[in-house]
């Protein structure tokens, strides 16, 4: 599986757009990018992934760079409750095993 | 509403017991997987099965092994339980494709501690 690089930590205002970047230059082409997130205590949750094109989902949108070495996970309007650490992991399928790294950890203010 | 479920929440074990982690899901998902997680070292994966009776090495199996007897239940085996398996352990399952991903599912986690 290719590696990723996530920022440990962000801060996000609530109602704001939370921005979160992920770098995963050495993706190969039937890899997919999937983004999970865990609140405390909590076992993770998925919450989107993408190919080639731009995804939505009622949770979040998903823009991957034309090059796909890339990707940036939007939450529109990011609440208290979006305050998690959020996983960017790449693979083959979710029939195959993922890696995960240490992810970032997004804390949105009041 | 589609579930994962981890039998225990919280357990203390004394070193060198037998331990068994049970997950059950009720997807009828091919694939499970067992996680543990540690500050500063992410989730890492034990080991894995993508079908009744096969299982598959993870990046952390020793001192671990697994059972997959039905298809809905998937059982992390502590041989001989030490302090340095105190931890996190998180199962998952996920469907096998066919042009179907809905990602990985999650169970609550069994918080173990080993003295």
């Known amino acids: 599986d290719a590696k990723t690089t996530q920022p440990p930590s962000m801060d996000c205002a609530e109602g704001r757009a939370a921005n979160l970047p992920c770098n995963h230059s050495t993706i190969s082409g039937n890899e997919y990018v999937y983004w999970y997130r865990q609140i405390h205590s909590q076992g993770p949750q998925y919450i989107i992934h993408g190919l080639k094109n731009n995804e939505t989902n009622e949770m979040a949108s998903l823009i991957i760079t034309e090059d796909r070495k890339s990707s940036t996970l939007i939450l529109p309007h990011a609440t208290l409750r979006d305050t998690a650490v959020y996983y960017c992991?790449?693979?083959?399928?979710?029939?195959?095993?993922?890696?995960f790294g240490e992810g970032t950890q997004l804390t949105v203010n009041p | 509403d589609v579930k994962v479920t981890q039998s225990s929440r919280y357990l203390v074990k004394r070193t060198g017991e037998k331990v068994f982690l049970e997950c059950v899901q009720d997807?009828?998902?091919?694939?499970m997987f067992w996680y543990r997680q540690d500050p500063g070292l992410g989730l890492r994966l034990i080991y894995f099965?993508?079908?009744?009776?096969?299982?598959e090495k993870g990046d952390i199996p020793e001192g671990y092994s697994v059972s997959r007897e039905k298809k809905e239940r998937f059982s992390l085996i502590l041989e001989s339980a030490s302090t340095n398996q105190t931890s996190m352990y998180l199962c998952?399952?996920?469907?096998?494709?066919?042009?179907?991903?809905?990602?990985?599912?999650f169970g609550s986690g069994t918080r173990l501690t080993v003295v």
């Open positions: 992991i790449v693979g083959e399928t979710s029939g195959s095993r993922l890696t």
């Open positions: 997807m009828d998902h091919e694939n």
């Open positions: 099965s993508y079908d009744v009776k096969m299982k």
């Open positions: 998952a399952s996920s469907e096998s494709g066919q042009g179907v991903d809905y990602g990985y599912t």
